[in-house]
């Protein structure tokens, strides 16, 4: 589950704007499905690429297991999986060097994630690890990952590309926006103490289920040492957009103000600050924390193209394949499944509309952390 | 996935009924999903309990795993899991008897299965294995059983009820019929070889997964020695339907001819000869082969109801619930969803009419066949 790593044509609804989701009054992180995944894959595997190093050795330094059961690599927040090929390759790659037992990849994600297209990629995909190498497998758990997800120190080496922003429940937004994503919005101190405590939360669940001597890569946004996430104004858009719905009577107010994104970037120190504490410290070991910048794929294929069509229609597919359960879960119950696609078509429509007039104000900087977590 | 542990309501599509599913120019073993299956689930717990003694003592003689990983149980042909809960809580506390290590349980069914229920009952039904006892986790493979599933010696204890009767491909069906359970059925001597030949395959890819000394049980339907499987009839009145479909010009004749429903009941011998062959005759035991008879709930309910109107709702929502993927497969693909749909509530409208108007014509008495298997 990431905003990075899914994304949906703009004009088509995807899976997980189903009907059925709609009915649930809270926010819901997880993400497009059926395959649109696949066709917007530029963003994330820039991000992606900052963590293969530390992927790298993590995979060549966790502790194997006793006995003869499988190497067991746990991809949390895996989505449909496409963007987790390239990485568990590099995995498995390391692995198969010190070991030649089988390897079994669970994939966790919500429930609610499109694992029909999942186990197409996993199984299907040329580029799959079970096709790139013999004797490895891979299943599904459909759990959050602030929940117990795998067995006590069953996990060799985890993995996780862009979810652990997503948080576990619905923070306080501000009155006039839809997510409150670093302190510098209204109610970000407040989200911030979320986002603390679900790290805290992860990390412990992963403490858990990681086996001794195991390791685990985890990358997720963050805000550099000037509070700065480089894309905290990417839902300006879609705001404003909500904004005028509610004046011309399209939506209600309440369902405006029932909309909320769950996401908050913290800062290097709020990463750190578990690995320092008492209970987590003597458990978990932070190896290396690498930060940086992650390029706007989309804004450079505008530069280089020149065409802000396309541009507008990428950036908008982007966002609603992040944002659309959500907004559908934020409308009334009583309206119909059609009628709420023909909400979200003509919100994200104008959208689109809006950034062709104005692409610069989408682009974005995403600061990036990748932390190596080692278990004691 | 099985005709005994899925059941729809009669009037409702099921998620099973989609249209992409319609799009493919092959047979399904795609169960109903979506929550029906909880809503009919006499018939599946009378044939399961007949194998509960035998999955108890395959719980008690499976050998465990060497060294500090989980106990891995699989479930092959979960469908959505409801009717997996009651003997894999048999299961896990035998185990847990032997045992205090975590066990891992991992439910197999095809990709298209509805993972979501699936998870959504392991994770929150009361009587699930995960909320019944303490440090047992599920997850899923989205695979067919005739491929390889889980890592080689990886499991050690299997449990398959009412799935491996399901073929890997469509079998030749008899002109007039949609398919060929039987060898009297005029298609019937072809498809028993395919049977045979799917029954070695799921035979050795479990001989590969298992462990050495581990232990599998697996239930399905089968002849009694006078070639009676005491369900062969069941599509006969669906059958008639369609055919009077096609001389109406409701559905087109090679409609008709497309559809197949990828069953058949082998006999004891072909269940038998496997173990008895040079290949699997030396990696697995025949341990323990019980044959019995299952009463019909369906019926058992309408006597003591006298409420025929029920009993044929019932009926035939257990019949579409297992072939409706099929039926929907076999419409022309420039058929709208829609259109689709409407066929299909038409067909099982008519169903449903017939059987009130004949009610003991659709009686069941299911030949069962239970398998309790060792791997040398």
Redesign the interface.
């Known amino acids: 589950m990431s905003f990075w790593r899914n994304a949906a044509l703009a004009s088509q609804p995807t899976p997980g704007e189903d009907s059925s989701m709609a009915n649930e009054r809270r926010p819901t992180t997880v993400m497009a499905g059926g395959g649109e995944y696949d066709r917007n894959a530029k963003v994330q595997s820039e991000a992606a690429s900052l963590a293969i190093r530390l992927l790298r050795r993590a995979a060549s330094e966790a502790a194997l297991?006793?006995?003869?059961?499988?190497i067991?690599a746990v991809d949390y927040g895996s989505a449909t999986g496409r963007n987790s090929l390239a990485p568990l390759n590099v995995a498995i790659e390391t692995l198969r060097m010190r070991d030649p037992r089988?390897?079994?990849v669970?994939h966790e994600d919500q429930?609610?994630n499109d694992?029909?297209s999942?186990?197409?990629t996993i199984?299907n995909a040329p580029e799959s690890y079970t096709r790139q190498h013999q004797?490895v497998?891979?299943?599904?758990?459909?759990?959050s990952f602030y929940?117990?997800?795998?067995?006590?120190?069953?996990v060799c080496l985890g993995w996780s590309s862009a979810a652990a922003h997503w948080l576990s429940g619905a923070p306080p937004r501000p009155s006039d926006h839809l997510w409150a994503p670093t302190v510098r919005f209204a109610t970000g101190p407040a989200v911030r103490e979320a986002a603390r405590r679900d790290w805290h939360q992860f990390l412990s669940r992963r403490a858990d289920e990681l086996?001794s001597g195991g390791r685990m890569v985890v990358l997720l946004a963050t805000v550099d040492d000037e509070g700065v996430a480089g894309g905290e104004h990417v839902l300006d858009g879609l705001n404003r957009v909500l904004q005028r719905q509610v004046a011309s009577g399209a939506i209600c107010g309440h369902e405006y103000e029932n909309l909320v994104v769950p996401m908050f970037f913290r800062s290097r120190e709020d990463l750190e600050a578990p690995f320092a504490g008492s209970d987590l410290g003597d458990r978990l070991t932070l190896l290396e924390h690498c930060r940086g910048i992650v390029p706007d794929p989309l804004w450079n294929a505008f530069v280089a193209s020149g065409e802000v069509n396309a541009f507008a229609a990428s950036f908008t597919a982007w966002v609603r394949a992040f944002t659309a359960p959500c907004l559908l879960a934020s409308l009334d119950a009583q309206r119909s499944p059609e009628d709420r696609r023909a909400v979200a078509d003509a919100i994200y429509g104008e959208l689109e509309t809006d950034v062709q007039n104005a692409p610069a104000e989408v682009r974005c900087a995403w600061r990036i952390a990748t932390l190596l977590i080692g278990k004691q």
Chains 1, 2 share one sequence.
């Open positions: 297991p006793s006995g003869d059961g499988p067991v089988p390897i079994l669970i429930p609610d694992y029909r999942l186990f197409d199984y004797g497998f891979g299943c599904a758990i459909g759990r929940d117990p997800v795998a067995p006590p120190a069953s086996r």
